[in-house]
Nanobody, 122 residues
Framework: QVQLVESGGGLVQTGGSLRLSCAAS?????????MAWFRQAPGKERDLVATINWSGDTTSYTDSVKGRFTISRDNAENTVYLQMSSLKPEDTALYYCAAANGGTWYGRADYWGQGTQVTVSS
């Protein structure tokens, strides 16, 4: 079992930057899991934003954030990050951290955080 707690959300102007953090706790080290960030805007489905494998050497991004967002992890600190830059109003959403057993992301989350709100003003 693993618990995930996101932080770092807030209100930022268009073009600004934020860094989200996802701290993992529990009886298993985060290095056992692939990690991902999702987001859900009001009235829309939850969408996958970025993924990272257990070692951090394989990442993926949805097209709309490529070149602007960077996912990374520090297994020693049991933390995953999402560095977001050149933010746009359409990035406004509740951002969730997720973990998947096995170390490689295959499309299914086994654990979820509670989310952190990101709001980008125009």
């Amino acid at each position: 079992q693993v618990q995930l707690v996101e932080s770092g959300g807030g209100l930022v102007q268009t073009g600004g930057s934020l860094r989200l953090s996802c701290a993992a706790s529990g009886r298993t080290f985060i290095s056992s899991y692939a990690m991902a960030w999702f987001r859900q805007a009001p009235g829309k489905e939850r969408d996958l934003v970025a993924t990272i494998n257990w070692s951090g050497d394989t990442t993926s991004y949805t097209d709309s954030v490529k070149g602007r967002f960077t996912i990374s992890r520090d297994n020693a600190e049991n933390t995953v990050y999402l560095q977001m830059s050149s933010l746009k109003p359409e990035d406004t959403a509740l951002y969730y951290c997720a973990a998947a057993n096995g170390g490689t992301w295959y499309g299914r989350a086994d654990y979820w955080g509670q989310g952190t709100q990101v709001t980008v003003s125009s």
